[in-house]
């Protein structure tokens, strides 16, 4: 029976022309393969090939920050983080780059994280402790640490990451290749890939959209979201943006406010940071509905004005949001729009035509996948994962492209997240009066 079904399924699809083929998967073809897979690959090409001249380029910047090595301030605000203040303090005490101060804030614990941020203080472990006793959110958390910061540059930690010995000098390298570069991403990896399916699913993803997808961004000058658990910013610029606004989605938001106020904002692969991915669907599902509804919050609503010409309109700025938009959204709900056609069109043919479409797209993750293995410095780990490949098509094409479907739906006709329970409801309505 098998046998008989690949038959037909060979025999159909050598029967039908190319412009049948792409006519049935035009989505894949037209708007996908380009994006996610040539384009990619022209510029991680671009890259490899340039090599030399990055190592050059990496090579004078050190010696810059060498010959300046100027006090940097670590902060790291965060809710019920103690557990994860001795691995990180040590963390940082290994880092090849030390002339730093820590600052840590305690943002509303009710676990014993005052107990060990307090010890750790008297330790000199942390140069200073703050503890809110009233839950602010993370952006009240950072805010508060801003006001303490006496460093140079601003690095932004979630207590949880652990780091490479040279991630911090790695991700003060770039505000010596340019003046105009005002803050600087790490490259965040998942830590935990055997921990679950799920975990496994994530490493591949963020090797994808972070490893690779934010050097392709920064080659073009689009770079838009500093994550959250590492990044870097110049404290002057820092302050002079008023710090964090509050509400979810702090990390995208600054991101987009340094780059209206006119500075380059820098992808740094070397700058590795490493992180605990979700091990349940369930937890999964909650993150990203979160994630995605931010992209709604800030790159529909509160930054609308990227979209219009003005004295201030920045080429780039638009590119960046409207690409963000398109690809993120736009195309999200056409992907829904493409499945209905193929229903209505091909209902008798969908045996050979789900088939197909998975094989294609597993082609192209396995290629996608290629690609990511030439750039990351930790292939000899990472390569394993190439077994798990097959499993993306069903992870992207349909779980994670549900959540991102429900995650639209809710913020744009319910305001869903400022209902989020990740973020203090009094925060909450203060940033919807004011359209954060």
């Not at 384009?39 to 990496?58: A, E, G, Q, T």
């Not at 989020?420 to 359209?435: G, I």
Request: with cysteine.
């Amino acid at each position: 029976m098998l046998v008989e079904y690949w038959e037909y399924f060979v025999f159909y699809w050598s029967n039908q022309s190319y412009v049948q083929i792409i006519r049935t998967f035009w989505y894949f073809f037209i708007l996908e393969v380009p994006r996610f897979l040539l384009f990619d690959m022209i510029i991680v090409v671009s890259y490899l090939m340039n090599k030399k001249n990055l190592n050059n380029r990496y090579q004078n910047a050190r010696k810059l920050l060498w010959a300046e090595m100027p006090l940097i301030s670590i902060i790291v605000p965060g809710k019920n983080e103690g557990p994860h203040l001795y691995k990180l303090v040590n963390s940082l005490k290994e880092q090849t780059y030390f002339n730093y101060e820590l600052i840590v804030v305690d943002d509303g614990s009710d676990d014993a994280t005052p107990l060990i941020g307090r010890d750790l203080e008297r330790a000199g472990m942390i140069n200073r402790f703050i503890r809110n006793d009233v839950r602010g959110g993370k952006a009240s958390g950072a805010n508060t640490a801003l006001r303490y910061a006496t460093g140079k540059f601003i690095v932004h930690l979630d207590a949880d990451t652990s780091f490479d010995r040279d991630s911090i000098e790695s991700i003060l390298l770039p505000f010596y290749f340019d003046p105009e570069i005002g803050a600087v991403g790490g490259n965040i990896k998942v830590r935990n890939p055997e921990a679950s399916m799920c975990a496994t699913l994530q490493a591949i993803e963020y090797l994808n959209t972070i490893s690779m997808s934010r050097i392709v961004s920064t080659e073009l000058g689009i770079y838009r979201i500093i994550s959250g658990a590492f990044g870097a910013f110049r404290t002057d610029v820092l302050k002079r943006l008023g710090g964090w606004d509050i509400g979810p989605g702090l990390d995208g938001d600054i991101t987009v406010k340094f780059r209206k106020v006119g500075y380059k904002i820098h992808f740094e692969p070397k700058a590795i940071g490493l992180t605990n991915a979700p091990t349940t669907f369930r937890v999964l599902s909650k993150q990203r509905l979160r994630w995605s509804k931010s992209i709604v919050r800030f790159r529909v609503r509160k930054h609308s004005d990227i979209y219009k010409p003005s004295q201030s309109f920045n080429l780039l700025n638009f590119i960046s949001f409207l690409e963000n938009v398109t690809y993120d959204i736009v195309l999200n709900f056409l992907w829904w729009i493409y499945l209905i056609d193929i229903v209505i069109h091909n209902i008798g043919l969908l045996s050979v035509i789900i088939p197909l479409k998975i094989i294609m797209y597993m082609l192209m993750d396995f290629a996608q996948f290629g690609l990511i293995m030439a750039i990351s410095e930790r292939w000899k780990q990472e390569w394993k994962l190439i077994f798990y490949v097959p499993a993306m098509v069903f992870y992207n094409s349909y779980y994670m492209r549900f959540i991102r479907t429900m995650a639209y739906i809710k913020e744009f006709f319910f305001f869903s997240s400022y209902k989020d329970p990740w973020n203090p409801p009094k925060t909450s309505v203060k940033a919807l009066e004011n359209k954060f």
